[in-house]
């Protein structure tokens, strides 16, 4: 079944243009507009395909197709472990493990969170697409939403950096930082030479975390924090930068595997108001067994 957004035309809204109904009443992109028009069924006024130029009568059911008739993405299907916290007809909420890629890329072509989302699709019979709206490294654990159509893809990509999309990880560091709660503001951008490192840099691009201390251990603390921005690896290149890297960062800090074979960085906490619905969502994780462990190993000061 194809997921589709209807509007019934009020005697107030007859007589007006479908181009300006689909974006002002029913909150569809222009890019949205332009990829539907071209589909068969992409547009429809009582189920019978119509042009953008259109003005339906009230009465009338203007009906605009919202997911993918075939998935552009491209992406591999490939059986693998998904843990769903929730999904709908618009989204899916993943908790996502550690070590396993969000995206396909070199070196992770069939091994990813799109690869066994779009098996997922398949074996379920579901008219979806891989839509990323954030992400998350490779070695974070936790809560990922992702779009299962290009609308509310959109639409959640607006909410981010917003009071409308929160997100709250919880990090183990080394060390206690002092003061044990603040914001690092500090500029970020790529690490010249480097493919993958990110460094803090004048000319960089705006980022803003906040932390707060929540336990300390004999050699560590677990951090709680939120991200204003969403630059790449921020938490872990901030912590870094007050020179309290996360446990087991290899690039950024120390690679200790006997201890935690990840940067102890886990998604908790995601807020966000539903793409289509409006209403607010809101979902948490604990904290997930290695970094508990991780806690559980040193003693209390």
Known sequence: MSRRLELVITPELAGIRVDTLLKRHMGLSG????????????????????NTRFCPAAGQVLSARLSDPQRSSG????????????EDEDI??????????VHPGPGHFDDTIG??????????????????????????????VIAKHPHAQEILK?????DSFLRIYLAVCEGVPDPPAGAINVPLGPKPGSLMEQMVRSDGKPALTRY????????LALLRLELDTGRTHQIRVHMAHIGHPLTGDFLYGTENRAMISRPALHSSELTFQHPLTRKPLAFRLALPEDMAVLLEMLPRP
């Open 92 to 101: 899916i909420v993943l908790n996502k493990a550690p070590g396993v890629s």
């Open 158 to 162: 607006r909410q981010l950096h917003t």
């Open 115 to 144: 690869n066994f989302l779009i098996y997922y699709y398949e074996m379920s019979r579901q008219e979806a697409d891989f839509h990323p709206v954030h992400r998350l490294d490779r070695g974070t654990s936790g809560l990922l």
């Open 212 to 219: 707060r201390t929540l336990e300390v251990r004999k050699n």
């Open 31 to 50: 890019t949205v507009v332009r990829r539907i028009k071209w589909l068969e069924d992409g547009i429809l006024v009582d189920g019978i395909r119509v």
């Open 75 to 86: 992406i591999v299907p490939v059986p693998g472990p998904l843990e769903i916290v929730y």
